[in-house]
């Protein structure tokens, strides 16, 4: 028993510090991954202050400033980002063969996809603590320990968009069309949720539809999620969802899964 889980830590902690390794030699991705969000908090936000003060809901015990209400949303698009474009390696490894000289190990082809989504959760954990701390420099954070009590929410909400990247790249065989596919699941999962506006304005303005489409959407649970774990609190409708989304599109991933599409084959000379 020892000797099996030797063997699968062993190969889950491969996978992670690979993707690690290719992370640290690319650093535009760490500074795209503050700036990002950072011109929301700044910009977007600065400039809808007054527009869209947000009321006394919880998890908030008071009136709260627009820049207060943005920042769990934002650390939702730095992991949503950053699962994507996971999955985007997750293409390429394909294309290469990559993936077909992992499955050659003794661990299960399930627990591979598994270990991906880990690496990438613990990715999007590293830039949100970035991301956190410049925040704080310019002026913005949680109160008291909010920034370690949505670590566990942090990596839960990464396995779901996690599972979901994979689960998009099962669709896109080549690597040319996953930013299309991207930017088709990315928009709509955040402009449609409770990162920017809480759905209560939605439905007072009268946009029903879009405050129908933002209740079914996971990434809102998942933003929730993290916007009551910082203020120390649980919110078990958004745990529930958010780990129940997970698994259902995990399932989904690894069933579907197909090492050899879309792979570059060699052409055999006579």
């Known amino acids: 028993m020892q000797a099996v889980v030797s063997t699968y830590w062993i190969g889950l902690s491969a996978i992670a510090w690979r993707e690690i390794a290719k992370f640290m030699r690319q650093t535009e991705r760490l500074i795209s991954a503050i700036v990002r969000p950072l011109l929301w908090l700044l910009v977007f936000a600065a400039g809808l202050h007054d527009l869209l003060g947000v009321s006394i809901i919880p998890p908030y015990r008071t009136y709260v400033q627009y820049q207060e209400y943005v920042l769990p949303g934002l650390i939702g698009i730095v992991v949503l980002f950053q699962c994507m474009q996971s999955a985007l390696s997750m293409v390429y490894d394909r294309e290469a063969g990559v993936m077909r000289v992992m499955l050659v190990t003794p661990l299960p082809r399930n627990f591979l996809l598994f270990s991906k989504i880990c690496a990438a959760t613990a990715l999007s954990i590293l830039q949100v603590y970035a991301f956190l701390l410049v925040a704080r420099l310019v002026g913005f954070g949680f109160p008291g320990f909010g920034w370690l ?14 599972s979901i990247g994979l689960l998009v790249s099962v669709y896109t065989p080549k690597i040319e069309n996953f930013a299309g596919m991207m930017n088709f699941v990315v928009f709509p999962m955040f402009f449609l949720s409770a990162a920017l506006y809480p759905l209560w304005k939605l439905r007072e303005a009268g946009a029903t539809i879009i405050f129908w489409l933002a209740s079914a959407n996971p990434f809102t649970y998942a933003v929730e999620l993290i916007r009551f774990a910082a203020y120390g609190q649980l ?9 129940a989304a997970a698994l259902v599109a995990f399932f989904f991933a690894a069933r579907g899964y197909n090492p050899q599409a879309g792979a570059i084959r060699t052409i055999r000379r006579t």
């Open 235 to 243: 919110d078990w409708l958004s745990l529930a969802v958010v780990a």
């Open 149 to 162: 009590y949505i670590l566990p929410a942090v990596a839960l909400v990464g396995l779901l968009l996690g």
